[in-house]
């Protein structure tokens, strides 16, 4: 973050000013995509050896379609979609933990450990249990049942750690100092596995003729911003894209400390106190690393870019919206996107001729209520369903039954 290099071979911090270490980006001329699938293509501009992709499930590659209905609710006019929760866990964490992961068998770790508040537990746990080794994962207190099953299911030793997700973080990053584990964390405490979130940025540039206006980013801690920063500024400066996308950040109102400090135009993020929201995909109080923030929100500004907050319960209209209008089962934290277009566009910070593209991290199947109750109600045969459908206030208009 302050510019100076380190010696240490994996360093989690900077040994001079506390800030986050990323590394070097990879220098022009960019070495040519691969032909493997996925975000393997781009294998050379990753910080892998050539056999990494043994862990490989599918990584990356994932789709951007048109988001129709959604740029009407906008009123933006090119509004895209990248569905980076059909990653092979169901959110964009993998692009990080698979090169992570990789990192942790080249290094012969006797486990990996992540703290998490959902998406990374499952990803971490998936690929660990691919690599055939140990994984610890310490989640929050009030974490989505369905995540940590998620995790437990692939085999994953799950504990809770009282209070919120920096709780959780802390302890992590103790046990991998105290026994040599490596952190797959999803902050910017691991710089090999964050570097694999540039693979995103790559992509981009394959699927759209030109660079968008503005690229909209859930944001806890933010790697997911420097991984597509990043990835614009070596293609810039290799002449392969003519220009940065703006970043528009996301974060749930009740934890939003980046937001906080773009609004008040201050260079450092200060940690946030008390979490008041349930969209836990972006709520990261950034409590003992408010660094990762200052990071973060400096690379949004030098995009020229902005930060948004959004509520839970806009964020869950967000939801309900992607899922009927265009078949997209999203979490909130990702659905949240579209509430923030949306503000932005009616304060005019976006224009209605920009292209807007929304990274959708992280799939909505995780979080959805489970039980007898929501599966809807049990029927005999074709006329007590007619007799239901007839009650039913959803049928749409001009279907007769
Ligand atoms: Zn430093």
């Known amino acids: 973050m302050c510019g100076r290099g380190q010696d240490m071979a994996f360093p989690d911090y900077c040994a001079h000013c506390g800030g986050p270490v990323v590394l070097p980006p990879t220098a022009a001329p960019l070495p040519r995509p691969t032909g493997l699938p996925g975000m393997w293509n781009h294998a050379g501009r990753l910080p892998v050896t050539p056999d990494t992709a043994w862990l490989s499930m599918g990584e990356g590659g994932t789709p951007v379609v048109p988001a129709a209905a959604a740029a009407g609710w906008c009123a933006v006019e090119h509004l895209m979609f990248k569905l980076d929760h059909l990653n092979p866990s169901g959110s964009f964490k993998d692009r990080a933990t698979a090169v992570g992961v990789a990192q942790a068998v080249w290094q012969r770790a006797q486990a990996v450990v992540c703290a998490s508040s959902g998406n990374a537990a499952g990803s971490t746990a998936a690929y660990a249990a691919r690599a055939g080794l140990p994984a610890i994962v310490l989640m929050p207190e009030a974490v989505p049942p369905g995540k940590a099953a998620i995790a437990r299911a692939h ?86 894209a003519a220009a940065l996308p703006r970043i528009l950040g996301v974060q749930a109102e009740g934890c939003a400390p980046i937001a906080d400090a773009f609004d008040r135009g201050a260079a450092e993020v200060a940690p946030w106190q008390e979490v008041r929201t349930r969209i836990s995909a972006i709520s990261d109080p950034l409590r003992g690393y408010p660094s990762d923030g200052s990071y973060t929100l400096r690379l949004v500004r030098e995009t020229g870019g902005a930060m948004a907050t959004v509520g839970d319960a806009e964020a869950g209209e967000a939801v309900d919206r992607l899922a009927h209008r265009e078949g997209l089962l999203i979490e909130s934290g990702a659905a949240a996107d579209l509430v923030a277009v949306r503000a932005l566009r009616a304060r005019g910070t976006i224009g209605a001729d920009e292209t807007v593209v929304c990274m959708l991290t992280g799939h909505g199947a995780k979080t959805l209520a489970t039980g007898a109750e929501v599966g809807g109600p049990v029927v005999a045969d074709a006329d007590e369903a007619v007799d239901r459908l007839r009650a039913h206030t959803a049928i749409a208009e001009g279907m007769t039954v």
């Open 155 to 240: 085999g994953a030793i799950v504990l809770r750690v009282r209070g919120d997700y920096s709780n959780a973080f802390r302890a992590a990053r103790e046990l991998a100092a105290r026994f040599g584990w490596i952190n797959l964390t999803t902050t910017y405490v691991n710089p090999v596995a964050v570097a694999g979130l540039k693979s995103a940025g790559y992509e981009l540039a394959d699927q759209l003729a030109q660079t968008p206006d503005w690229i909209v980013v859930p944001v806890g801690a933010g790697p997911l911003v420097h991984g597509i920063v990043t990835a614009y500024r070596e293609m810039r400066n290799a002449g392969e």
